[in-house]
């Protein structure tokens, strides 16, 4: 991955492959000089890769509410394999106390929208050192709901590619996306997904309404790619120092990586749609075109929310007639 770089936290490195660096550095001393060179720089590079990789990490686990056990109780231990799986060499552990782990991992709930995961640094938490906090419930409209399963898998992953000093990503396929730790981004996207064609007549002309939506879905995305550009450098040109304003340009950011996201997933729908014309699958063409096209409405709402927050960040940072110092 392009974001990637090597864990920089505690740990317990293993040391099963020293042995082979070793060999492979003997048999760099004595080829024949025309491929000497080569052979020392790919024992460098094997080496180097052993050693950031091969990372043991012992975690810590707050006791999860019976209530969600049921429903959550592997969230983790899919996380954690996840990791371990596209990571040669990391391994996790789990301790039964704080002091024996280098990481915390906590459950929570929340009573506002915002963020669905925390990372907090040793300096940050009763703990002394790095934990996660991940929201498995939440109050709506006075009552505690919780979050999908599916989510909750992501947003685990996400947070403990944090754990793992791994930033952000600007792909927005990949886990460690930013608009993973906020859920109602997340549930827009994959209900958008989830919509099938609601009538299922054989005597529907498929073919006229995924024409009708290619060219629909081809109008928005066109119409849309530099509006979010011009969103990102909306954002980018905007330095307040009043904390409120600060506040209000974050959820801005928020709202920008939704939209960002939403585009990526109309475009990459209208290709697939595209594909099964090709192969005269109409009435599959016309879900993909129809969800590309619900997928550019989630962009135009994320705009209009963009545009809010930037003018109530303004507003608060120099008054509603621009004369606030």
């Given at each position: 991955?392009?974001?990637?770089?090597?864990?920089?936290?505690?740990?317990?490195?293993?040391?099963?492959?020293?042995?082979?660096?070793?060999?492979?550095?003997?048999?760099?001393?004595?080829?024949?000089?025309?491929?000497?060179?080569?052979?020392?720089?790919?024992?460098?590079v094997?080496?180097?890769?052993?050693?950031?990789?091969?990372?043991?990490?012992?975690?810590?686990?707050?006791?999860?509410?019976?209530?969600?056990?049921?429903?959550?109780?592997?969230?983790?231990?899919?996380?954690?394999?996840?990791?371990?799986?596209?990571?040669?060499?990391?391994?996790?552990?789990?301790?039964?106390?704080?002091?024996?782990?280098?990481?915390?991992?906590?459950?929570?709930?929340?009573?506002?929208?915002?963020?669905?995961?925390?990372?907090?640094?040793?300096?940050?938490?009763?703990?002394?050192?790095?934990?996660?906090?991940?929201?498995?419930?939440?109050?709506?409209?006075?009552?505690?709901?919780?979050?999908?399963?599916?989510?909750?898998?992501?947003?685990?992953?996400?947070?403990?590619?944090?754990?793992?000093?791994?930033?952000?990503?600007?792909?927005?396929?990949?886990?460690?996306?930013?608009?993973?730790?906020?859920?109602?981004?997340?549930?827009?996207?994959?209900?958008?997904?989830?919509?099938?064609?609601?009538?299922?007549?054989?005597?529907?002309?498929?073919?006229?309404?995924?024409?009708?939506?290619?060219?629909?879905?081809?109008?928005?995305?066109?119409q849309?790619?530099?509006?979010?550009?011009?969103?990102?450098s909306?954002?980018?040109?905007?330095?307040?120092?009043?904390?409120?304003?600060?506040a209000?340009?974050?959820?801005?950011?928020?709202?920008?990586?939704?939209?960002?996201?939403?585009?990526?997933?109309?475009?990459?729908?209208?290709?697939?749609?595209?594909?099964l014309?090709?192969?005269?699958?109409?009435?599959?063409s016309?879900?993909?075109?129809?969800?590309?096209?619900?997928?550019?409405?989630?962009?135009?709402?994320?705009?209009?929310?963009?545009?809010?927050?930037?003018?109530?960040?303004?507003?608060?940072?120099?008054?509603?007639?621009?004369?606030?110092?």
């Amino acid at each position: 991955m392009n974001y990637w770089t090597s864990p920089a936290l505690s740990s317990t490195s293993t040391t099963k492959d020293d042995s082979v660096c070793k060999s492979y550095l003997f048999l760099s001393q004595h080829p024949p000089n025309s491929v000497k060179v080569l052979l020392i720089l790919a024992v460098f590079v094997f080496c180097t890769l052993t050693a950031a990789y091969a990372q043991t990490y012992d975690l810590y686990v707050q006791k999860m509410p019976v209530v969600w056990k049921d429903q959550y109780s592997t969230v983790l231990s899919d996380a954690t394999r996840y990791w371990e799986e596209k990571t040669p060499g990391l391994k996790f552990n789990y301790v039964t106390y704080p002091d024996q782990s280098d990481f915390v991992v906590e459950w929570g709930s929340k009573t506002d929208d915002g963020k669905f995961g925390a990372y907090a640094t040793g300096a940050q938490n009763y703990y002394n050192k790095p934990a996660i906090s991940i929201t498995l419930g939440f109050f709506k409209d006075r009552k505690l709901a919780t979050v999908s399963p599916e989510y909750a898998l992501d947003i685990t992953k996400h947070m403990i590619g944090h754990l793992l000093s791994l930033p952000h990503s600007t792909d927005t396929n990949d886990v460690m996306y930013p608009s993973v730790e906020y859920y109602d981004s997340w549930l827009q996207s994959h209900e958008v997904q989830k919509v099938k064609p609601s009538n299922n007549s054989s005597k529907t002309d498929w073919q006229s309404r995924s024409q009708k939506y290619q060219a629909k879905a081809s109008d928005k995305i066109i119409q849309l790619e530099p509006q979010v550009d011009s969103a990102n450098s909306l954002l980018l040109s905007a330095p307040y120092t009043n904390k409120a304003a600060q506040a209000e340009i974050q959820k801005g950011w928020t709202a920008y990586w939704a939209a960002k996201k939403s585009l990526d997933d109309a475009q990459k729908t209208q290709t697939d749609g595209g594909a099964l014309v090709l192969e005269s699958k109409y009435k599959e063409s016309y879900s993909k075109f129809k969800k590309s096209y619900e997928f550019t409405k989630i962009v135009e709402k994320k705009l209009a929310d963009i545009k809010k927050y930037n003018k109530k960040a303004y507003e608060l940072q120099y008054g509603k007639n621009g004369t606030k110092s």
